[in-house]
C-alpha cells in the first residue's frame, strides 16, 4: 500500500459501549470513500469474570449467576446450564418442568426477536416499526411477568426441573394473551415483506455466504439465513418438550440482511405455536410436579446446549464431587456471530453498515456512538495507547449520529426514487 | 460419525471415552491437533462449537468441542498440556472461527498458541499484568492490578 | 439563577453502561417506548455526554470502563445528575467478588440518585429521576 492509498482511507470507530448487547464490541471499519474495505472488532468491554466467579458459587447459585450474563437472554442461559449440570449427573426432569421450561424459552425469544426488529427498523429509518415492535413487546414482558413475577430474569431453570409452577388455573388467560400476538406477527409480516423500501435497503446487503457461515461456525438465524439448517431445538430436544410438540424451522438460502429478518419474524409465528401448544399439554399434567430431588452432584463433566434467540448458547461444566463446579465455560452465540461481520461488511456501503453490523442482533442501540477523532487520540471512548496508535494521523469523518442519519437518508433517497418511478 | 471418526483417527486417539449416548471425550496427543481437527471440521464435516481451557491443577487441559449436529451428539478432543511448557499448535488457520478463543485462552490461562495470526489481548485491557490469568487456579484477586 | 432549575425541564440523558447483562439498558430503553413514553416530557438520550443534563450508569464497571467513566464525567459540563441504575451499578450486585470489579459507580464518581432492582423497571426508573430532579433544583 503506497502513502496516497493509506491517507484516503478513513477509520471509523463504532463503540464501543453498546447498550444493548450481551457482549459490548468495538468496530473499526476501514473505508475508502463509500466503502468498507475492512472490519476490526474488539470486545472485552463487558467482561465481568463470569466463569471465574461460577467457581466460587454453589450449583444452585450459578443458575442465577448465568442468568445475569444476559439480560435478553436470561432465559437461554440458564437453560443450558441445567442441561450440562443434568448431563454431567444424568438427570431426568418431569414432563411438566419441559413444558413450563419451554414457554419461557419461546417468551424470551419473542420479546428478543421483537426487541431486534424494532432496533432493526430504526437503523433504516423505519421508526413506527420501532415503536410498534417495542409496544407489542410490552405484551410479552407481561406475560413473562404473570408467569415469573419479573419482566426479565424470571429465575424459572433449576437442576431437575423447573423452580415455580404455572398454575391451571391461569392458563386459558395466557392462552388468550398468547394468541393476540398472531395477528400482530402477521402485521410485523406484511409490513416488512412486502415494503420495497424495506427490500431495496436489505435485500443482497451484507451477504454472508454459506461457505463463509460454516467456516465461521455461525450458529442461530445468521446460519439458518445462510441455509445452514441446524436448531439446537429440533436437533437436540433432551430434557425439554420440543419434540413433543409441533413446529418448523425456517431455513433461507440467501444469508443477507433481508433473510435474517424473515427467519427472525418467521421463527416468531412459531414460537407463539409452540407456546399454545405447551400450554394446552400443561392442563392435562398435575399441578406441582416440577422438579426432581438432586441432592449430589458427582464428580464428571456435562455439556449443555440451547437455541437462545441469537443462536446455541453452549455450557461446559466440570465437576469434582464438590459443591461448586470446578470449571464453568460459557460460550454465546454472539461470540461466534460477531465475528462472521468481518466478512460480512466488507465490500459494503458505509451507509448499509449499520444494518449489516446489526444484522447478527448483537443488539446494537440508538443511543451508541461513534466518537469523531482528528489527528488525535483525545476522544473519551479510545484512550489505550494501542487503540490511539490505530487512528493516530487518519481522519475520523463521522460520528454515529451521523451514520445514522447518513443510513436514514439512503432510505428516503429509495423512497423519492420509488414515488417518481410511480408517478 | 462415531465409527467413522474411529477409523479416521485411528491410532492417535490415546483414550475414548464414552460418557453417554450424546457425549464422547476423544483424549489425544498435544502434537497430533492440527491434523485432527483437520479431520474433524474439514473431511467430517463437524461443527466447531467452542474449546475450553481448563487448569486442572496437574496440568492443563483444552477441550475442543465438536458437534455433529443432526446427530445430536458432541465430540470433545482432550488434550493435556504440561505446566512447564504450556504451548500448543493454534487451529485458527483450519478453522477461522477459532481465532478468538484462542485468544481468549492465551489471556486467560496463558497458554501460548504457536502460529496463531494474532495473539493480542481480547478481553483484558493493555495494561493487565503479564503472566497474572486469571482463570489459573492459583489466582487471587489480590494479583489484579489496583488501579482501574 | 438557580443552575439546579435548568435540569427541571426536558432533560437529556447520556447512557453509559459497563459491565451490566444490559437488562438494565433495555429498561432505560423500554421506558422511552409507547407504553412508558417518557419522550414526552421532552426526555431524550443523547449520543455525547456534553450535551446531556443527566448520566444513567449501569452494570458494576469493569476495568475498561472505570477510566472511561471518570474521563466521561470530568468533560461533562456541570451540573450533571448522576444516576446509578441497577443492583451492580449501586452496589455490585452479583458480580461484586469478581476480579474485573472496579466499581461500583459511587467509588469512581459522585452519586446523586440510586435505582436499585434487577433490573429496575421503568417505573422505578421514572419515579428516580423525577427524584433527582427536584433534588437538584432545590
Known sequence: ?423 | MENKIKERLGNRVVNWEKKNERRYYIEIKKEDVEEVTQILFKELGLRFSIASGIDTIDNFEILYHFSADNEDKFFSLRVKISKEKPEIHSISKIITAAKWIEREIWELLGINFIGHPGLERLILTEDWPKGVCPLRKDFTNEQRPEKA | MNKGKILSRSIWVFHFCSGSCNNCDIEILDALTPRFDLERFGIKLVGSIKHADCMLVTGMINKKGATRLKFLYDIAPKPLAVVAIGACACSGGIFEPSYYTYGPVDKIIPVDAYIPGCPARPEALIDGIVKVVKKLST
Open chain 1, 1 to 423: 500500500m503506497n502513502k496516497d492509498q493509506k491517507k484516503r482511507k478513513t477509520i471509523i470507530p463504532v463503540g464501543p459501549y453498546h447498550p444493548l448487547q450481551e457482549e459490548p464490541e468495538f468496530f473499526e471499519l476501514e473505508v475508502e470513500g463509500e466503502r468498507v474495505v475492512k472490519l476490526n472488532i474488539k470486545i472485552g468491554y463487558n467482561h465481568r469474570g463470569i466463569e471465574k466467579l461460577s467457581e466460587s458459587k454453589h450449583f444452585d447459585q450459578v443458575t442465577f449467576l448465568v442468568e445475569r450474563i444476559c439480560g435478553i437472554c436470561s432465559t437461554s442461559h440458564p437453560f443450558a446450564y441445567v442441561q450440562a449440570v443434568e448431563d454431567l449427573a444424568g438427570i431426568e426432569i418431569p414432563e411438566r418442568a419441559k413444558y413450563i421450561r419451554c414457554i419461557i424459552g419461546e417468551l424470551e425469544r419473542l420479546h428478543s426477536h421483537l426487541l431486534w426488529l424494532g432496533l432493526a427498523g430504526h437503523f433504516i429509518g423505519y421508526n413506527t416499526l420501532w415503536m410498534w415492535a417495542w409496544k407489542y413487546r410490552e405484551t410479552v414482558l407481561d406475560l413473562c411477568e404473570q408467569i415469573s413475577g419479573n419482566r426479565n430474569h424470571y429465575a424459572m431453570m433449576r437442576i431437575g426441573g423447573a423452580r415455580r409452577d404455572i398454575l391451571n388455573k391461569e392458563i386459558d388467560e395466557l392462552k388468550k394473551k398468547t394468541a393476540t400476538l398472531t395477528s400482530v406477527l402477521n402485521m410485523f409480516k406484511g409490513a416488512v415483506m412486502d415494503d420495497p423500501v424495506i427490500a431495496a435497503r436489505t435485500k443482497g446487503i451484507g451477504i454472508l455466504t454459506k461457505e463463509q457461515a460454516i467456516n465461521y461456525c455461525v450458529v442461530g438465524p445468521t446460519a439458518r439465513a445462510s441455509g445452514i439448517d441446524i436448531d439446537v431445538r429440533r436437533d437436540s430436544p433432551h430434557n425439554s418438550a420440543y419434540n413433543l410438540v409441533e413446529w418448523n424451522v425456517p431455513v433461507l438460502p440467501d444469508g443477507d440482511v433481508f433473510a435474517k429478518v424473515v427467519v427472525r419474524i418467521l421463527e416468531m409465528l412459531e414460537s407463539v405455536k409452540i407456546i399454545i401448544q405447551c400450554l394446552d399439554r400443561l392442563k392435562d399434567l398435575k399441578e406441582g410436579e416440577i422438579w426432581n430431588e438432586v441432592r449430589d452432584i458427582p464428580a464428571g463433566e456435562g455439556i449443555g446446549t440451547y437455541e437462545a434467540p441469537r443462536g446455541e448458547v453452549f455450557h461446559y461444566v466440570r465437576s469434582d464431587g464438590g459443591n461448586t463446579p470446578f470449571r464453568h465455560k460459557v460460550r454465546a452465540p454472539s461470540y461466534m456471530n460477531i465475528l462472521s461481520n468481518e466478512v460480512a461488511v466488507i465490500g459494503g456501503d458505509i451507509a448499509d453498515a449499520c444494518i449489516t453490523l446489526a444484522a447478527v442482533d448483537p443488539c446494537y442501540c440508538c443511543t451508541d456512538r461513534i466518537q469523531a477523532v482528528e489527528n488525535r487520540p483525545a476522544c473519551p471512548l479510545r484512550q489505550s495507547s494501542s487503540e490511539a496508535s490505530h487512528s493516530s494521523g487518519r481522519k475520523l469523518k463521522y460520528n454515529w449520529e451521523q451514520l445514522l442519519k447518513l443510513s436514514q437518508e439512503k432510505t428516503k433517497r429509495i423512497l423519492s426514487i420509488k414515488n417518481q418511478v410511480s408517478k
